[in-house]
């Protein structure tokens, strides 16, 4: 079993730039590809960014693509995603996750272990 914190949310500015952590314990974590979601006040939980167990394959939602980056420390069980060019439409709750089949897909039920959320607030 993997289990998987996340942290690094906070308020922040339109424009602003800001790294969320996952960090993954556990005598497999290293095994699974890892996602992240995010879950808007009224909105169902969405795909965001998925990174492969190497750190070489990755995949974004079009919402972010070109202002997020996801990365890996494999040497830290850790998996951040760095936000960019932040929107008040990118405030939610960030989650992480584990990827259960391996097929690095969007669908929010491949993924599973999931973290307690992190809180981020772009303002405009």
């Known amino acids: 079993q993997v289990q998987l914190v996340e942290s690094g949310g906070e308020l922040v500015q339109a424009g602003d730039s800001l790294r969320l952590s996952c960090a993954a314990s556990g005598r497999t974590a290293s095994n699974y590809n890892i996602g992240w979601f995010r879950q808007a006040p009224g909105q169902e939980r969405e795909f965001v960014a998925a990174?492969?167990?190497?750190?070489?394959?990755?995949y974004y939602a079009d919402s972010v693509k070109g202002r997020f980056t996801i990365s890996r420390d494999s040497a830290k069980n850790t998996v951040y995603l760095q936000m960019n060019s932040l929107k008040p439409e990118d405030t939610a709750v960030y989650y992480c996750?584990?990827?259960?089949?391996?097929?690095?897909?969007?669908?929010?039920?491949?993924?599973?272990?999931w973290g307690q959320g992190t809180q981020v607030t772009v303002s405009s």
């Open positions: 996750a584990a990827d259960l089949y391996g097929n690095m897909r969007t669908i929010l039920y491949d993924y599973g272990n």
């Open positions: 990174i492969s167990v190497s750190g070489r394959s990755s």
